[in-house]
C-alpha cells in the first residue's frame, strides 16, 4: 500500500477532517475492549499526515505549528488514543531537524514520507527525578550497543524504529533511533493504564542491542541552547487535551439532546428547559473555545520560535504553549465531569462507554504537572523570568 504526501496545510486539514470520521467509528468498542488499532494506524500513516512537519527541502509539506496542532486535536476527538500515539513521533522529527546531520535529516525523513512510524523510548521508572537517564550507550566498532529498560513508551508497539534516549561515555544524553526489529529489543504490552488504553504506552528492553552511528543523533544539546524542541512537544499535548474535551462536549451534547431523563426537580419536562444545564453547556463551550483560541496562538508563537531561534523567541513560545496546555488540561477533565452530571448514572453504563473521555482526560494530563506551568508563567510574566529548557514547559 502507497503512502500519500501532502503538500500543504489546506490539504492536511482537510484530510485528517476525512480521517477522523473513519477513524472514529468503533472508538468506544476499542477503548472498551482494548483493541488495539493496528488496522486504523494503517489507514492514519498512509494518509500522509504523519509527515506533514517534514520541511518542504525534504519533500514534506512543511505545515505550520497551528496545522500540525489542529490535526492532532482533530483526530484526538475521534479517538483520544490515535491522537496520542503519533506525539514522540513529531517531537523526534523536531529533534532531528534541531540537531540532525543533512545525512540524517535526508534519510530518516525519507523513511517517514514512506509511510513509515517513529515510536518512543525516552521515560524510565525507578529513577530519582523523571529527567534522569541510566540507559546506556557504549561504542561497539563502527557503531553502539545500548542497554536499558524503558517505560511509557507511546507508539513503540506500532513503530518501525524506536528514537531511545541514551547516556554515552561522556554522559551526555543522544537519542539512538533505533530499528524496532533490531536484535535484543522487546517491545513489552504491558500497558495497564485505566485511560488512553489503547496508546500502547508499555516497556521496552535493550539487551545489547546494536545501532548503527548514523543514527544516533545529538540529544542533550537541543536544550542547552535555545531550540523549539520542548514546546513543540507540550503543544501536542495540549491539542490531544484539546480534542478529548471536544470528544466529551460532542457525546455530551448528543446525549442531552437524545436521551430521556427526569428533570423532576426542575419540574421540567426536558433538559433543553433546564436553565442550569444550558449554564453548564455555556460555561464548557466558553473554556473549550478559549482553550482553542490559546492552541492556535501557542502555534504562532512556535512558527516564529523555529524560523527564528533565539532565548526570547523559545521563551515566549514555551509560556505560550505553557498557557494552552493548563487550559486545555483543565478543559478536558471539566468536559468528562460535565458529561457525567448531565447524563447521570447512565453515563456509567458499560454500553455507553461516556466514562472514556473523564479516563483518557484524568491519564493523558498527567504526563506532566500542570501547575509548574502556572508558575512558569507567573515567573515569566511577574519576574521577567524564563522557563526552563526542556520538554515538559
Known amino acids: 500500500?502507497?503512502?500519500?504526501?501532502?503538500?500543504?496545510?489546506?490539504?492536511?486539514?482537510?484530510?485528517?477532517?476525512h480521517i477522523a470520521q473513519q477513524l472514529k467509528r468503533d472508538s468506544a468498542l476499542r477503548d472498551r475492549e482494548r483493541r488495539l488499532p493496528h488496522a486504523e494506524l494503517e489507514l492514519f500513516t498512509r494518509s500522509g499526515l504523519w509527515a506533514i512537519s517534514v520541511p518542504k527541502t525534504f519533500g514534506g509539506a512543511g505545515v505550520s505549528n497551528i496545522t500540525l496542532a489542529q490535526v492532532i486535536a482533530r483526530i484526538a476527538q475521534a479517538d483520544?488514543?490515535?491522537?496520542?500515539?503519533?506525539?514522540?513521533?513529531?517531537?523526534?522529527?523536531?529533534?532531528?531537524?534541531v540537531n540532525g546531520s543533512p545525512e540524517q535529516q535526508r534519510r530518516l525523513y525519507a523513511e517517514v514520507l514512506a509511510?513509515?512510524?517513529?515510536?518512543?523510548?525516552?521515560?524510565?521508572?525507578?529513577t530519582k527525578t523523571a529527567h534522569d537517564r541510566t540507559t546506556r550507550l557504549t561504542r561497539d566498532g563502527a557503531?553502539?550497543?545500548?542497554?536499558?529498560?524503558?517505560?511509557?513508551?507511546?507508539?513503540?508497539?506500532?513503530?518501525?524504529?524506536?528514537?531511545?534516549?541514551?547516556?554515552d561515555d561522556q554522559s551526555r544524553q543522544q537519542l539512538a533511533f533505533v530499528p524496532a526489529d533490531s536484535q535484543g529489543l522487546l517491545v513489552i504490552d504491558d500497558w495497564s493504564g485505566f485511560g488512553q488504553r489503547t496508546t500502547g504506552s508499555g516497556s521496552v528492553t535493550f539487551?545489547?542491542?546494536?545501532?548503527?552511528?548514523?543514527d544516533v543523533v545529538p540529544f542533550?544539546?537541543?536544550?542547552?541552547?535555545?531550540?523549539?524542541?520542548?514546546?513543540?512537544?507540550?503543544?501536542?499535548?495540549?491539542?490531544?487535551?484539546?480534542?478529548?474535551?471536544r470528544a466529551a462536549l460532542d457525546d455530551a451534547l448528543h446525549f442531552v439532546r437524545t436521551r430521556s431523563r427526569p428533570w423532576v426537580d426542575s419540574g421540567l419536562d426536558k433538559a433543553s428547559d433546564d436553565p442550569l444545564t444550558l449554564k453548564s453547556f455555556g460555561q464548557l463551550v466558553s473554556r473549550l473555545h478559549a482553550a482553542e483560541a490559546l492552541l492556535e496562538r501557542a502555534g504562532e508563537f512556535l512558527d516564529r520560535a523555529q524560523a527564528y531561534s533565539n532565548a526570547d523567541t523559545v521563551a515566549a513560545a514555551s509560556i505560550?504553549?505553557?498557557?494552552?496546555?493548563?487550559?486545555?488540561?483543565?478543559?478536558?477533565?471539566?468536559?468528562g465531569t460535565t458529561l457525567f452530571e448531565l447524563a447521570g448514572s447512565q453515563a456509567t453504563l458499560a454500553e455507553h462507554n461516556l466514562d472514556r473521555h473523564w479516563r483518557n482526560a484524568r491519564v493523558h494530563t498527567l504526563?506532566?504537572?500542570?501547575?509548574?506551568?502556572?508558575?512558569?508563567?507567573?515567573n515569566y510574566y511577574l519576574n521577567q523570568e524564563n522557563p526552563p529548557r526542556r520538554g515538559t514547559i
Open 80 to 97: 483520544a488514543s490515535l491522537g496520542q500515539i503519533p506525539q514522540n513521533h513529531f517531537y523526534a522529527l523536531e529533534v532531528l531537524r
Open 115 to 126: 509511510g513509515r512510524r517513529f515510536g518512543n523510548a525516552l521515560a524510565e521508572l525507578g
Open 143 to 167: 557503531g553502539y550497543r545500548v542497554n536499558g529498560r524503558k517505560f511509557y513508551a507511546t507508539g513503540a508497539l506500532y513503530a518501525q524504529r524506536i528514537p531511545t534516549s541514551v547516556i
Open 1 to 17: 500500500m502507497t503512502t500519500s504526501v501532502i503538500t500543504s496545510d489546506a490539504q492536511a486539514l482537510s484530510v485528517a477532517e
Open 367 to 378: 504526563h506532566d504537572p500542570v501547575r509548574w506551568k502556572y508558575h512558569a508563567i507567573g
Open 207 to 214: 539487551d545489547n542491542v546494536w545501532v548503527d552511528a548514523n
Open 320 to 335: 505560550a504553549v505553557a498557557e494552552a496546555r493548563a487550559i486545555s488540561t483543565e478543559v478536558s477533565l471539566a468536559a
Open 220 to 245: 542533550q544539546s537541543a536544550f542547552e541552547r535555545p531550540t523549539p524542541v520542548g514546546p513543540l512537544a507540550q503543544i501536542l499535548h495540549a491539542a490531544i487535551d484539546t480534542g478529548i474535551a
